[in-house]
């Protein structure tokens, strides 16, 4: 069993940066991709970054790429996401997961946190 913890959202101007935190408990953290995904209101819930155990591969969506970062510090079993230029429709919930055994969906999720972008 993993657990996910996330921290860091918040209310912030657009233009401006904020950085996500997930810390992971359980498990084998340095075995795991970890991803990054979001929600907002009224619509499904999107990818936005991933990256695998070893931190070689790393994906993204393309509504992200060139202004968020993911990346992870497997000594402190904790993936950050850097956030910068944002924009009012990056504004969701984040929420970090794990993928453990699957082998095309991610097994564990946190519960979320705000981000909100005022134009």
């Known amino acids: 069993q993993v657990q996910l913890v996330e921290s860091g959202g918040g209310l912030v101007q657009a233009g401006g940066s904020l950085r996500l935190s997930c810390v992971a408990s359980?498990?084998?953290?340095?075995?795991?991709?970890m991803g990054w995904f979001r929600q907002a209101p009224g619509k499904e819930r999107e990818f936005v970054a991933s990256?695998?155990?070893?931190?070689?591969?790393?994906y993204y969506a393309d509504s992200v790429k060139g202004r968020f970062t993911i990346s992870r510090d497997n000594a402190k079993n904790t993936v950050y996401l850097q956030m910068n230029s944002l924009k009012p429709e990056d504004t969701a919930v984040y929420y970090c997961?794990?993928?453990?055994?699957?082998?095309?969906?991610?097994?564990?999720w946190g519960q979320g946190t705000q981000v909100t972008v005022s134009s």
């Open positions: 997961a794990a993928r453990v055994v699957s082998l095309n969906s991610f097994d564990f």
């Open positions: 359980g498990g084998t953290f340095s075995s795991n991709v």
């Open positions: 990256k695998s155990g070893s931190g070689v591969l790393t």
